[in-house]
């Protein structure tokens, strides 16, 4: 390109150029992302929500955690089978396959918010995901967002119980 040439920005550029409302902190420039960050950025769904007040975690929620869940959903399934076979819980004749649906999303529940070390592995796996922008607005509410991620894999894994029951029975 030549001096004073611009090149015409990409959906995803232009998206974030504008400082859509899907996205707390994706205001900057690209110029000013690393080639890391504009990766991540790449990678994700573009998911539409409704407006929300910038630099709230509900903001936060819908622009960053929301695309990164259902870009790795297949991920976090996985995981959950996986805790399940580990405990002896999985399988067709396992403990989780044999109990009633709202006893499962109690189970799923109750798995993640009780085991910390399982709940950590799954809030890393969100977290190893933030751009460098999205890291420190995390840190700067991790609470209240740890809170959101939580919440939001439960009723993700919720809604999804034949398939972690299928493809649970298909694994043995």
Do not use: C, W
């Amino acid at each position: 390109m030549s001096k004073g040439t611009t090149r015409e920005a990409s959906p995803r550029e232009a998206t974030l150029q504008r400082g859509a409302t899907h996205s707390v902190k994706r205001k900057a420039t690209l110029g000013n992302m690393t080639t890391k960050d504009q990766a991540l950025l790449a990678l994700r769904p573009q998911i539409d929500t409704e407006p929300t007040v910038e630099q709230s975690p509900e903001a936060f929620q819908n622009g960053t955690l929301r695309s990164i869940l259902k870009l790795h959903n297949d991920l976090f399934t996985s995981l959950f089978r996986n805790y399940l076979v580990k405990r002896k819980q999985g399988g067709p004749d396992g403990r989780f396959a044999r109990i009633t649906q709202p006893e499962q999303v109690a189970y799923i529940d109750h798995t993640i918010r009780t085991d910390q070390k399982f709940k950590n592995l799954l809030v890393g796996t969100v977290v190893g995901q933030f751009t460098t922008a999205e890291l420190s607005a995390f840190l700067a509410d991790e609470a209240e967002l740890t809170r959101r991620i939580v919440g939001m894999i439960i009723d993700r894994l919720s809604s999804q119980l034949t398939l972690l029951i299928r493809a649970d029975q298909a694994a043995e």
